[in-house]
T-cell receptor
Framework: DAKTTQPPSMDCAEGRAANLPCNHSTISGNEYVYWYRQIHSQGPQYIIHGLKNNETNEMASLIITEDRKSSTLILPHATLRDTAVYYC????????????FGAGTTVTVRA | EAGVAQSPRYKIIEKRQSVAFWCNPISGHATLYWYQQILGQGPKLLIQFQNNGVVDDSQLPKDRFSAERLKGVDSTLKIQPAKLEDSAVYLCASSQVRTSGSTDTQYFGPGTRLTVL
């Protein structure tokens, strides 16, 4: 598995965009970038994933650099309910079934 | 669409007792996973089923942990006898099998928080 590196924590003001970085410098060509988050006392929640193109859904946007060695998850308008641990995971779909969670980034959204 | 269901949500037992957790995956999801999450750490895979067959149980402590998915839908995870270090949140997740246009994104249940005294 390619490993990921994330900052341990970050703060964000409510209503502002939160930009969460992730480094995955050893990512393979067929590995996807997945983002999950875990709100306190809940199970991990899928956010978004992508291979090389930028992706957007109702929760967030995923920006992957052209060399695919890093990515940024963007929460466009952070709310207090976005306070959680965010995990960046790289894996091959179907062949690499195990999700290898690192320490993640603890994001605190402040009013 | 209903999510992954788990029960109980909380369980407190004494060491050397036994305990069982139940999981009902998202309808139509053939693949089911059990993860263990110790406080302050990310979840770690214990076992994966596809339908009623085990795909990977290499990280399951088989001397005390067992899991089954007899009819390919619901699953139970059992610990017997429990140790203090088994105190953790036990998470169940499910995903689709590979078909045209599908992804194998894993969706998690709320987890069962186990405390072993």
């Amino acid at each position: 598995d390619a490993k990921t590196t994330q900052p341990p924590s970050m703060d964000c003001a409510e209503g502002r965009a939160a930009n969460l970085p992730c480094n995955h410098s050893t990512i393979s060509g067929n590995e996807y970038v997945y983002w999950y988050r875990q709100i306190h006392s809940q199970g991990p929640q899928y956010i978004i994933h992508g291979l090389k193109n930028n992706e957007t859904n109702e929760m967030a946007s995923l920006i992957i650099t052209e060399d695919r060695k890093s990515s940024t998850l963007i929460l466009p308008h952070a709310t207090l309910r976005d306070t959680a641990v965010y995990y960046c995971i790289v894996r091959v779909q179907f062949n690499d079934y195990k999700l290898s969670f690192g320490a993640g980034t603890t994001v605190t959204v402040r009013a | 669409e209903a999510g992954v269901a788990q029960s109980p949500r909380y369980k407190i037992i004494e060491k050397r007792q036994s305990v069982a957790f139940w999981c009902n995956p998202i309808s139509g999801h053939a693949t089911l996973y059990w993860y263990q999450q110790i406080l302050g750490q990310g979840p770690k895979l214990l076992i994966q089923f596809q339908n009623n067959g085990v795909v990977d149980d290499s990280q399951l402590p088989k001397d005390r942990f067992s899991a089954e998915r007899l009819k390919g839908v619901d699953s139970t995870l059992k610990i017997q006898p429990a140790k203090l270090e088994d105190s953790a949140v036990y998470l169940c997740a499910s995903s689709q099998v590979r078909t045209s246009g599908s992804t194998d994104t894993q969706y998690f249940g709320p987890g069962t928080r186990l405390t072993v005294l």
